[in-house]
């Protein structure tokens, strides 16, 4: 006699989700850091749905859902980063009608994860430019508006190592008009 599962309202959403979008369980595990195995026992019910406050954040995130649609989430006791280039991120996908997954799989399957984390708020943007610019590409962004984000990084990720950015704006000025220098010579 077969084993009756029965599927929690978490295993149904993310089984109806992978079949809407006509995503391989395969590629949406990649994408939220699980094995193949993990997203099949969701489904299947096979074990309890992940109260993993990250898991379930990733899921979320691919999904394009408030974590709190699952009713296993608990509200997370680390901070949210909310940055403005992330935000702005998120409103070119959505001006574009560009869902979660299909600007996901656009990035090599190694960067996915990442790229997850970042647009739940866990992770800032990557400081290398290369990166950013793989990022703006996918968006269809100009040069500019990638190096604008870029130069706005810097500013953050010195002003956090403990740099006055206002008391020396003259030398980072300079720095950051040779890095647009170097960026358009390379165009």
């Known amino acids: 006699m077969a084993k009756q599962i029965i599927k929690t309202t978490s295993s149904?959403?993310?089984?109806?989700?992978?079949?809407?979008?006509?995503?391989?369980?395969?590629?949406?595990?990649?994408?939220?850091?699980?094995?193949?195995?993990?997203?099949?026992?969701?489904?299947?019910?096979?074990?309890?749905?992940?109260?993993?406050?990250?898991?379930?954040?990733?899921?979320?995130?691919?999904?394009?859902?408030?974590?709190?649609?699952?009713?296993?989430?608990?509200?997370?006791?680390?901070?949210?980063?909310?940055?403005?280039?992330?935000?702005?991120?998120?409103?070119?996908?959505?001006?574009?009608?560009?869902?979660?997954?299909?600007f996901l799989k656009a990035f090599p399957r190694n960067k996915r994860l990442e790229m997850v984390d970042i647009l739940r708020g866990a992770l800032p943007l990557p400081i290398d430019y290369k990166q950013l610019n793989m990022i703006g590409q996918i968006l269809g962004m100009s040069k500019d508006e990638i190096f604008n984000i870029w130069s706005e990084r810097i500013k953050q990720v010195l002003s956090l190592n403990g740099m006055d950015i206002y008391g020396n704006s003259t030398l980072i000025d300079a720095m950051l008009e040779c890095a647009q220098k170097v960026n358009k010579d390379k165009i």
């Open 12 to 102: 149904q959403m993310v089984e109806q989700f992978l079949e809407r979008n006509g995503l391989h369980k395969k590629d949406f595990a990649q994408m939220i850091g699980v094995t193949l195995s993990y997203v099949y026992n969701l489904i299947d019910n096979a074990m309890p749905f992940s109260t993993r406050t990250v898991t379930l954040e990733r899921i979320a995130t691919v999904m394009e859902v408030k974590p709190e649609n699952f009713e296993e989430y608990k509200i997370p006791q680390e901070p949210i980063l909310i940055d403005k280039n992330v935000e702005m991120i998120k409103g070119i996908l959505k001006s574009k009608k560009m869902s979660t997954v299909n």
